[in-house]
């Protein structure tokens, strides 16, 4: 659906049901477009979080959310069953701007058209490589005229403090520009997210995504897969070695509940993340702590250490297949896919 579909579906839902569910701007995109955040349930319980969209070329999350909206305003017994025990965050579109152009990243051209790591095996710094406008996370768009340009990876840039960042940490003596100043994330819609986490501060977030097409590797979980069949959805947790073990632990539960969840159904093909790795390895999603995925196990992991009970800290990506299909019928099989997974883990969090 375009943005104006999207707005005007949640303004006719919150319409329709005032006292269920209320919408916020979170904040505004690069190119000035709302991000809103739809509110519902218990503002005294538990919040938990669901975020799609962060790649506007990746839009089956968005149709599942805005789906999954309804059917909690709408006083069923799932909305008993879940709104009475939690306070549910979902931001059904992160990047508007790329939704509109059907493309990857913000559309902030402004962007820095390098990335690369300046930081060595070991972690340190490598002098030789600084102040090259390096450690930008960039994703490539190319417009009606053949020109190649590039935006931001809206999810490379969650880190838990933008100081520590690499691409700071890499252009020291660049802090005077916007995209390499240590006290501004030069990423808007990543910091309306950020502002929703930390004001509500919910127990876990789920990050939904589409994938490229796949297949069940031979060797991976046999027991539960079945191999060479099309994969139609992965799932992972934070893979970065700082985050806490109560946190992977919270994470791996929510990744459980799904599963089982579409194991009940069928026809699902539920796997874990894996990707091929330019050297031959297959390996589980990366350890980048801007991940959305990394960065709000760390920023689950900072709050248990000062001191805050759990469960909290848990953070999921889900990777929905689909992202080349556009056939009605596809799409609206990956939708429910989604949805149903949500809603199972909704409920599972509900009953403790």
């Known amino acids: 659906m375009s943005n104006n579909q999207l707005y005007d579906q949640l303004n006719a839902l919150s319409r329709r049901f005032p006292d269920a569910l209320r919408l916020e701007q979170a904040g505004s995109s690069n190119g000035g477009r709302p991000i809103w955040l739809a509110r519902l349930g218990n503002s005294d319980k538990s919040a938990v979080m669901i975020i799609t969209q962060q ?36 931001v059904p579109r992160v990047n508007p701007d790329g939704a509109e152009r059907f493309s990857r990243g913000n559309m902030d051209f402004s962007a820095p058209q390098t990335s690369a790591d300046c ?22 768009f190319t417009n009606a005229d053949g020109q190649r340009r590039f935006s931001y990876d809206i999810n490379r840039y969650h880190w838990t403090d933008w100081s520590k960042s ?34 509500y501060r919910p127990i876990w977030l789920v990050d939904v995504h589409n994938q490229n097409p796949a297949v069940v590797l031979e060797d991976v979980d046999p027991e539960v897969n079945r191999p060479g069949r099309q994969v139609t959805g992965s799932i992972t947790w934070p893979t970065h070695p700082d985050v806490a073990p109560e946190a992977v632990a919270l994470s791996k539960q929510l990744a459980i ?11 699902m093909e539920i796997t874990n993340y894996y990707y091929e790795h330019p050297s031959g390895d297959v390996r589980r999603g990366g350890g980048d702590p801007g991940i959305a995925r990394n960065a709000y196990g ?25 992202l080349n299909s ?3 019928k596809s799409a609206g099989m990956l939708r429910n896919n989604v949805r149903e997974m949500l809603e199972a883990v909704l409920v599972a969090t509900a009953d403790g």
């Open 119 to 140: 930081l060595r095996a070991d972690g340190t710094l490598n002098p030789a490589k600084l102040d090259q406008h390096l450690g930008a996370n960039v994703t490539a």
């Open 166 to 199: 690499t691409q700071i940490r890499c252009n020291p003596g660049l802090a005077s520009e916007r995209h390499f100043n240590p006290g501004q994330n030069p990423v808007p819609e990543a910091v309306a997210v950020r502002g929703i986490y930390d004001r």
């Open 257 to 267: 509940v799904m599963k089982q969840r579409s194991t009940q159904l069928g026809f």
């Open 55 to 90: 790649h506007g070329n990746e839009p089956h999350g968005t149709e599942a959310a805005v789906n999954l909206i309804k059917r909690l305003a709408s006083g069923g017994a799932l909305s008993r069953q879940v709104l009475d025990n939690l306070q549910v965050l979902i």
């Open 298 to 322: 760390l920023l689950g992991t900072e709050r248990l250490a000062a001191g805050e009970t759990g469960p909290l800290g848990g953070s999921v990506l889900m990777e929905i297949g689909g």
């Open 326 to 328: 556009r056939g009605q």
